[in-house]
């Protein structure tokens, strides 16, 4: 006997969200790429005129920001698109493939710009510290008001990677700021390039954190927050389920996981395997968030069919 489960109502929920937080964010988006390339011109300019690395480092990581706001939008309004013939789960996966360059591109520049402020490092310059502050306040109201406008939604990687990608620029702007004023009172002009390392360094912890995450993704791992063994044991305490097998379970885009299992059970009516059924997709969208599910049911007895993995099955108690 076989049943096959597919997310019904708890995807539909997710849809719908997913709709009303998608055209919020491609207009936030949107805004934050012209802002961006506006910053980035004012900050290459500012940081040539008055030699600063930490300008000009600044300027190349707001510069990452174009193409990653940039995917991280047609990202989102590729999400929306409902599923085809050919793509049959959608474009959920539109987001976690965008965070993934991204992330790559995060890493590149904070490899750059590491390599720039340590030959700066060895041959300081006189740095201008008037336009480093003006500049670097300019550039925290632009950085701190995308940061503030993608906080809801900074759930969604895709989104995540915007929100940390900004964060981390404000941040860098606090650190320009004062590190012009250190500049003015003490004089010390490696303040400068101290604070380019420190913000490439910043850039590649967070970079290879995004990367790492989405990679695990998009290589079908487990939810880092699901255990196999823990979903398993909830399917068997369900009444009815006599063993569970080759379960797998997987990520298809933010907060929308997904499930395919074989479950014995005794035999039955059709009304009750129905019941059976019911019972644990309930379960499983309560307790481990998990809407899309594909299971497939066999009478106790026969032999199973193999999966591409294959866990020892989990069987009930006959004590």
């Known amino acids: 006997m076989h049943l096959h489960a597919h997310g019904g109502s708890g995807d539909d929920r997710g849809h719908d969200h997913g709709h009303g937080l998608g055209d919020a964010a491609t207009g936030i988006l949107g805004a934050a790429v012209v802002a961006t390339l506006a910053l980035v011109v004012v900050e290459l300019a500012a940081g040539y005129a008055g030699h600063s690395m930490s300008l000009v480092g600044d300027a190349v990581h707001n510069?990452?920001?174009?193409?990653?706001?940039?995917?991280?939008w047609l990202a989102t309004r590729w999400a929306q698109r409902p599923p085809t013939h050919e793509k049959t789960?959608?474009?959920?996966?539109a987001g976690i493939l965008a965070a993934f360059v991204n992330a790559m591109i995060l890493v590149l520049?904070?490899?750059?710009?590491l390599g720039e402020s340590v030959l700066r490092l060895?041959?300081?310059?006189?740095?201008?510290?008037g336009l480093m502050m003006w500049v670097s306040v300019l550039a925290l109201a632009i950085n701190g008001g995308i940061t503030l406008a993608v906080h809801r939604g900074r759930r969604d990687l895709n989104m995540r990677t915007v929100w940390i990608h900004n964060?981390?620029?404000?941040?860098?702007?606090v650190a320009i700021f004062a590190g012009a004023?250190?500049?003015?009172w003490t004089g010390a002009q490696w303040v400068d390039p101290v604070i380019g390392i420190g913000i490439g360094a910043m850039v590649l912890w967070s970079g290879q954190g995004i990367l790492r995450e989405s990679g695990h993704i998009l290589l079908e791992g487990l939810p880092r927050e699901i255990r196999l063994e823990d979903v398993a044991g909830a399917v068997l305490r369900v009444e009815g389920v006599q063993e569970v097998?080759?379960?797998?379970?997987?990520?298809?885009?933010?907060?929308?996981?997904?499930l395919s299992c074989?479950?014995?059970?005794?035999?039955?009516?059709?009304e009750e395997s129905e019941r059976v059924l019911k019972n644990i997709r309930d379960m499983l969208a309560r307790d481990f968030q998990i809407t899309h599910t594909t299971i497939q049911f066999e009478r106790a007895g026969l032999p199973a069919e193999t999966g591409l993995y294959m866990p020892a099955p989990v069987r009930r108690s006959t004590q």
């Open 167 to 173: 964060l981390g620029d404000a941040l860098s702007n």
């Open 63 to 72: 510069l990452t920001d174009v193409p990653t706001l940039v995917i991280s």
């Open 109 to 113: 520049a904070s490899l750059f710009v």
């Open 122 to 129: 060895r041959h300081p310059v006189t740095v201008g510290t």
């Open 181 to 184: 004023l250190a500049i003015r």
């Open 89 to 93: 789960y959608g474009y959920h996966r």
């Open 245 to 258: 097998h080759d379960m797998h379970i997987w990520t298809l885009g933010t907060d929308l996981q997904a």
């Open 262 to 270: 074989h479950i014995c059970i005794p035999d039955m009516h059709m």
